[in-house]
């Protein structure tokens, strides 16, 4: 790592943009070898939140009877209005670029607040049936985006789409997919490529009005998904011919998206996503074309193609790093 360090020093000297006193300072700084444990603090307080709201849900699933519904949705509701009143108090009001906590401490009190808001509501939609079908995912996705916006917390923005989407009928965990819910059922992922749309235009907007421009990794991130994963659903019915374009648009946007604001994520999975549907269009060519007597040639030609592919995928990967560099 220091050794990559003192390169990249190297460059900027040479290009002339920091001095060779400059140049000494930084190598006598690398050398001391001091790492931060910032990510490290970080990580353990998301798990502490985690693991702190799986705890009184177990607490209360096995205790529910000697406890009572009242009682808990009191605690619940308790432990979230001092959550908020903390947050609240430390927070500098809303503004439409980055704003910190002057403790970062307080960002996972925000997400402690919300998470606990959607089980209170969650648990009361349950228990009474107080906000009718369906609506209980809209209020939670509603308070998400309220304290993504208001406290700048990228956290409580995921939770606001999640529910989102959780309101449409889309739920995509590795349990629905194994389950082949999405491609099992049409409506899913045209409602799917919507909301990604809908994401990417509001994205579109916020960069024009400059609002939370930070907030553009996390909704490229679920528009990706949501817009690759229902478009390769859409590639496996009997119109996929006219979601090709509309496919191949939506990785072009991600591609350039990725190079835009740098992030490696986004490019990998596009290109995985891009190489699944291209994969897909293929067959479906086959399909259309009689190639009984090239089987042989075709069997032969398909170790090759994918090895190819397997090489041509790290070449891209490896162009992206050096152009980001």
């Known amino acids: 790592m220091a050794t990559k360090h003192n390169e990249f020093t190297e460059k900027l000297r040479a290009r002339n943009l920091i001095t060779d006193s400059q140049t000494a300072s930084i190598k006598e700084y690398e050398a001391l070898d001091i790492f931060s444990l910032h990510n490290e603090l970080r990580f353990f307080l998301y798990l502490a939140v985690l693991l702190f709201t799986s705890g009184i849900g177990t607490l209360i699933y096995k205790n529910i009877d000697s406890i009572g519904h009242i009682a808990v949705l009191s605690l619940i509701l308790m432990?979230?209005?001092?959550?908020?009143?903390?947050?609240?108090?430390?927070?500098?009001?809303?503004?439409?670029?980055?704003?910190?906590f002057d403790n970062p401490i307080y960002d996972y009190v925000v997400l402690l607040s919300t998470i606990l808001s959607c089980v209170f509501i969650g648990y009361l939609q349950f228990q009474y049936n107080v906000f009718g079908n369906g609506l209980s995912s809209l209020v939670c996705s509603l308070v998400g985006f309220s304290c993504a916006y208001y406290f700048d917390n990228k956290s409580a923005l995921s939770i606001g789409i999640t529910g989102l989407a959780t309101f449409i009928g889309i739920s995509v965990t590795p349990k629905t997919l194994l389950e082949n819910e999405i491609y099992s059922n049409p409506?899913?992922?045209?409602?799917?490529?919507?909301?990604?749309?809908?994401?990417?235009?509001?994205?579109?907007?916020?960069?024009?009005?400059?609002?939370?421009?930070?907030?553009e990794f996390v909704y490229l991130n679920f528009a990706l998904h949501l817009i690759c994963i229902?478009?390769?659903?859409?590639?496996?019915?009997?119109?996929?011919?006219?979601?090709?374009?509309?496919?191949?648009?939506?990785?072009?946007?991600?591609?350039?998206?990725?190079?835009?604001?740098?992030?490696?994520?986004?490019f990998v999975f596009t290109?995985?996503?891009?190489?699944?549907?291209f994969?897909?269009?293929?067959?479906?060519?086959?399909?259309?074309?009689?190639?009984?007597?090239?089987?042989?040639?075709?069997?032969?030609?398909?170790?090759?193609?994918?090895?190819?592919?397997?090489?041509?995928?790290?070449?891209?990967?490896k162009h992206f790093n050096k152009e980001r560099s």
């Open 230 to 266: 229902c478009s390769i659903a859409a590639l496996l019915e009997t119109y996929w011919y006219i979601f090709v374009f509309l496919f191949a648009a939506s990785l072009y946007y991600f591609y350039k998206a990725s190079y835009e604001i740098g992030s490696a994520f986004l």
């Open 187 to 215: 409506s899913l992922t045209y409602y799917g490529i919507a909301l990604g749309g809908l994401l990417v235009l509001w994205l579109e907007y916020s960069r024009r009005i400059s609002l939370k421009k930070h907030f």
């Open 279 to 317: 994969n897909i269009i293929l067959f479906k060519f086959f399909d259309f074309v009689d190639f009984s007597g090239f089987w042989e040639l075709i069997t032969i030609l398909a170790p090759i193609y994918f090895i190819s592919s397997i090489f041509g995928f790290i070449k891209l990967i």
């Open 79 to 100: 432990l979230t209005g001092v959550g908020f009143y903390f947050s609240f108090k430390k927070a500098k009001g809303f503004h439409k670029n980055e704003v910190l």
């Open 271 to 277: 290109l995985l996503y891009g190489y699944i549907g």
